[in-house]
């Protein structure tokens, strides 16, 4: 992430891997890959960020990891998301919305 | 967060540390190889993908590490890292772990011990009883507000009346001859009120306690007795069959109703008993008349109450208070002026709390003073450690390590050093509490004295340990977080900037040291003094060359007229020994570790003023025994053979007794009431020291053994010789075989041992701060030495150019003493003030373990003795020069050329 999006917090990196995730299985490229998409190239996940949160939230048990094979036949950790993963995604995405559309009225007004 | 995910991840990172870090790798590896594939996809070649794939990754360890950083189990690992780091720097300094490893267990193991002791002397509540919160010692208070014991009949009284207290039980604690008359053993047992095991909670191991069949108060109704779990296991073998055997207690046969649990023993703290037997036994066991339960004046319990739940210990007090009071006007020949009171179990002045407390509370304050000054040396140690781990610490600082995790990294160091300090420390306290024994003086029962660790002692050697560690550390620890960078890395030397301002804060350290020292020094020098000057008062009678015995005739089933008779038959046979000068036998024992007993006196002519106490010492002798202890008569005559049972009753008195209440005239031919009858008095003996060698001049009256002499009183017998009075022993063991064989000879011992037993606990008490004191002192000296040691090399190099410019080698060695006086003058300086304040406390402690007595106090006069405090400030400043010595030596024997190339 450049300078000017590095103080985004650490909860919103979080929503954004457990989005970029979703169904599928993911590694660490393909999931800064994704993020990159579907944000439409706003956010670039570096892997001085990206790989602490991966891990922590491995731990946190919101995603479970195995080794599987790439595109091109390599070896890489692959992420999917838990039971608790697909909550906590679900409750973070909600929360967001609200804090987006509380921001945007705020804005709004004169 | 899971908390179990959470738990399983801390163990397996920590657990399969070497499988996590290379799928880590693995994975990190694959990120920039499938990078550098997007790449190559993209055009470029592969070797140029690479090398932009990895610039464009960010450094690989760094991502490492911050993965490491955010793990579960960073925090535990990080610790484990400073714990490792730390043993390695300690055994790369071996000498100085091991000093401080060694110091830190003195001072921590002696302040455990001390707190050990204090523990279960004075803050142990009772052993097994029920509630012991709610239980109170009940005391008797005279005039002058002194604690005695309480009599059976104000007992009764006390147990029938008061409304807020749920039971009020009393006890006897006396030895007991148990078993046949050759193999009788002595056994120190409880003569108790029935309800005793009732009003304390006790519950019984094997069958019953007494219950309400023996709370009757008929003498002699109550033939049975409770024996200890120690006892039991040591003498029945655990029978479980020992219950309806009977027990031969004092030639009569009692039946065992029951065994105590095992952790009871009593109702003195930390006194170890092992047979309660109901007091309207006492009679029979011990040939006292069944009137003499009765007499009010008898004061010879210990009483215990147990407060009812809701009930403070104001309210009891005042109800007491309000009946002592109705009942010193009822019985006002026998309890007039007396009052009562409740205390705490744990301020109750009888047993070895009261003994005890003094010394204990000192102790406890010297160790506390010991472990400051191992902190303070601890502290120095380091602060030098730390000047020569700058470099160290910057680097590591230039490398990214937070200031944080250095000052963690200090302080880890030291609390493994105090940890391990606080280990061996404990390991020895157990042992060494068990050397409280030697504190209590022979002929008293052992002490009980738990060796288990217990919790309350393992908190507070913790507790120390957190205040060793936060004192010695705290300092050094900011200190190395505040180390500058440059300055550090720049810097050839040894000396810093920060140097100079290390050499301060060891300085102050060193003069906090000497003044600590100082102050146990003089705390010591005092009690040494005071207890010289006891022992080299003349006690007013000579107990030299005389063997003391002790004979418990009851256990023998003698009655009064029969022990009478054996006292004049040895008397005879032993004066026709060969090498026998005096002999003589009497109740009470002078200076001795059991108190006079007194008697409340009326004499004729004389008024006494409203309150005053009429209680006057005695002691109930033979004829010769004023002869014996060389005790001269001023006036009048001594007791003869003619002062029998038949004839009129006579008195000596001392010249204090005669003072008072004869206002110094002729006490001859006076007459005085006392133990119920009209007594002449027929001379005037000698003042003596009675109770403690420390006393003021007291009052004191002698009867005849013969006209006074009563069964309930104790018998001390007494042989002068030419040389060893323990040459004696055996002969008197003979003819007292000859005339009975049955008889043992009890407690035999020099009389000077005995008389130089009231001053036990001051003797130990007296060793033990000599021991700390010295040990402050080698500490501060140690403290010094290291400074100056210090001091020397870093200035090695100034010295060198002093020499080459043309100082002399005394110069230098002036140079580095004078600079130790400085320091160890400052400090006792700050000592002086210090000891002065302390030894006001000091002042007001008291050496006595019964009321009534005249407490040796350490008070006026002694306290503010120059000669101590100049002593030890003088002798301190020795310490301090000679420990400088070396240093200062090689200072001197620097050669100058060396030294000015030395980095």
């Excluded at chain 2, 033939?223 to 009569?252: E, K, L």
């Excluded at chain 2, 050094?476 to 720049?490: D, H, V």
Aim: contains cysteine; hydrophobic residues 45%.
């Amino acid at each position: 992430m450049d300078s000017r999006q590095s103080n985004l917090l650490q909860g919103t990196l979080d929503l954004l891997i457990l989005k970029a995730i979703g169904r599928r299985e993911l590694h660490g490229l393909g999931v800064s890959r994704r993020i990159e998409q579907i944000t439409q190239g706003t956010f670039q996940v570096k892997p001085g960020s990206l790989f602490p949160a991966l891990h922590r939230m491995e731990e946190a048990g919101w995603l479970s990891s195995s080794w599987g094979e790439s595109e091109n036949n390599r070896r890489a950790r692959y992420y999917r998301l838990t039971k608790a993963g697909q909550r906590q995604l679900g409750e973070e995405a909600a929360q967001w919305t609200k804090v987006a559309a509380a921001m945007t009225s705020a804005l709004k007004a004169t | 967060m899971n908390l179990g995910a959470r738990i399983w991840s801390i163990i397996r990172n920590l657990a399969f540390r070497h499988k996590t870090e290379n799928d880590l790798d693995g994975e990190l590896r694959a990120y920039v190889d499938m990078l550098a594939d997007e790449k190559v996809a993209a055009g470029m070649s592969p070797s140029e993908a690479r090398r932009s794939a990895l610039v464009e990754f960010g450094g690989v360890e760094q991502v490492r590490q911050a993965v490491r950083d955010r793990r579960a189990g960073a925090g535990l690992e990080s610790l484990w890292q400073d714990v490792r780091y730390g043993l390695r720097t300690m055994a790369r300094n071996p000498g100085f772990a091991i000093l401080a490893v060694l110091m830190l267990a003195v001072g921590i193991g002696a302040s455990t011990t001390a707190f050990d002791w204090m523990d279960q002397i004075l803050l142990r509540p009772l052993d097994g009883v029920t509630q012991p919160q709610n239980l109170v010692a009940l005391v008797s208070t005279t005039a002058n507000h002194a604690y005695v014991p309480i009599s059976y009949p104000d007992y009764q009284d006390f147990r029938d009346r008061l409304r807020l207290v749920e039971g009020v039980a009393v006890a006897h604690p006396t030895a007991l001859s148990v078993g046949k008359e050759e193999r009788a053993e002595r056994v120190w047992g409880e003569l108790v009120s029935g309800n005793f095991f009732a009003v304390l909670g006790v519950k019984p191991e094997l069958g019953r306690m007494f219950s309400s069949a023996e709370y009757g108060d008929k003498p002699g109704a109550f033939p049975v007795a409770v024996i200890s779990d120690r006892f039991w296991r040591t003498h029945y073998g655990s029978d479980p069959r020992v219950v309806g055997r009977t027990i031969r207690v004092n030639s009569h046969e009692l039946t065992i109703i029951g065994v105590a649990p095992p952790d009871f023993h009593g109702s003195l703290t930390a006194e170890a008993y092992d047979l309660w037997v109901p007091y309207m036994e006492q009679p029979m066991l011990n040939g006292v008349e069944a009137w003499m339960l009765r007499d009010r004046g008898n004061r010879n319990m210990l009483a215990i109450a147990r407060l009812k739940t809701g009930v403070t210990l104001g309210q009891a007090q005042e109800e007491l208070s309000a009946l002592a009071g109705r009942m010193a006007v009822a019985d006002a020949d026998m309890d007039q002026g007396m009052g009562a009171t409740l205390l705490p179990l744990s301020e109750s002045p009888f047993g070895p709390q009261g003994l005890l407390a003094g010394p204990l509370r000192i102790l406890m304050g010297i160790s506390v003073l010991l472990l400051l000054i191992v902190c303070a040396n601890v502290a120095s140690l380091l602060l030098a450690r730390a000047t020569a781990r700058e470099r160290e610490f910057s680097t590591r600082l230039a490398l990214g390590a937070g200031r944080w995790r250095l000052i963690r990294q200090v302080l880890t160091e030291i609390l493994l050093l105090t940890g391990i300090g606080a280990a061996l420390g404990i390991v020895s306290v157990p042992w060494l509490s068990r050397t409280l024994q030697l504190l209590m003086p022979p002929g008293q029962p052992t002490l009980d004295l738990n060796t288990r660790l217990n919790l309350h002692v393992l908190i507070f050697t913790a507790g120390l340990c957190v205040l060793a560690t936060v004192s010695a550390g705290v300092i050094p620890a900011l200190q190395s977080g505040r180390t500058e960078l440059s300055a550090r890395i720049n810097e050839g030397g040894r000396s810093g900037v920060a140097g100079r301002g290390r050499h301060r804060l060891r300085s102050i350290l060193v003069i906090s040291e000497v003044a600590l020292a100082l102050v146990a020094l003089v705390c010591a020098g005092l009690f040494v003094r005071a207890f010289e000057e006891a022992r080299g008062i003349n006690p007013g009678f000579d107990p030299n060359h005389v063997l003391l015995t002790q004979f418990y005739l009851a256990t023998n089933g003698y009655n009064l007229e029969q022990r009478k008779e054996f006292c004049r038959q040895l008397g005879e046979k032993m004066m026709s020994a060969p090498g026998v000068v005096d002999v003589a036998w009497s109740d009470g024992v002078p200076l001795s570790f059991e108190p006079s007993w007194w008697e409340d006196l009326e004499v004729r002519g004389y008024v006494p003023l409203p309150g005053e106490n009429m209680k006057i010492f005695r002691n109930v002798v033979s004829p010769d025994y004023l002869k014996l202890m060389r005790i001269p008569l001023m006036t009048g005559r001594n007791f003869t053979e003619q002062d029998n049972e038949k004839s009129e009753l006579v008195m000596i008195v001392n010249q204090t007794f005669a003072q008072r209440f004869f206002a110094g005239q002729d006490p001859v031919g006076r007459h005085v009431r006392g133990f119920g009858e009209w007594f002449t008095v027929v001379g005037e003996a000698r003042d003596s020291k009675y109770n403690y060698l420390g006393e003021s001049p007291t009052p004191y009256f002698y009867v005849p053994f013969r006209q006074i002499y009563r069964a309930d009183m104790q018998l001390a017998f007494y042989v002068k010789v030419h040389g060893d009075s323990g040459a004696m022993l055996p002969i008197l063991r003979n003819k007292v075989r000859e005339i009975d064989p049955n008889v043992t000879v009890f407690d035999a011992m020099p009389l000077q041992e005995s008389v130089g037993a009231t001053l036990y606990p001051q003797k130990l008490a007296a060793t033990l701060l000599m021991i700390l004191g010295a040990l402050a002192v080698l500490l501060a000296a140690l403290g010094l030495y290291s400074v100056m040691a210090y001091a020397v090399v870093q200035r090695t190099q100034e010295i060198g150019i002093r020499m080459a410019l043309g100082a002399r080698r005394i110069d230098v060695l002036g140079m580095v003493e004078w600079q130790a006086l400085i320091l160890t003058g400052a400090g006792l300086a700050v000592g002086m003030v210090l000891a002065l304040a302390c030894s006001r406390s000091l002042a007001s402690l008291s050496f006595t373990d019964s009321a009534m007595g005249g407490g040796v106090t350490l008070a006026g006069e002694k306290v503010m003795n120059p000669l101590i405090y100049a002593g030890a400030a003088v002798f301190l400043a020795a310490v301090g020069a000679l420990a400088a010595l070396l240093p200062a030596h090689r200072a001197a024997s620097v050669e100058p050329m060396r030294a000015l190339r030395t980095d």
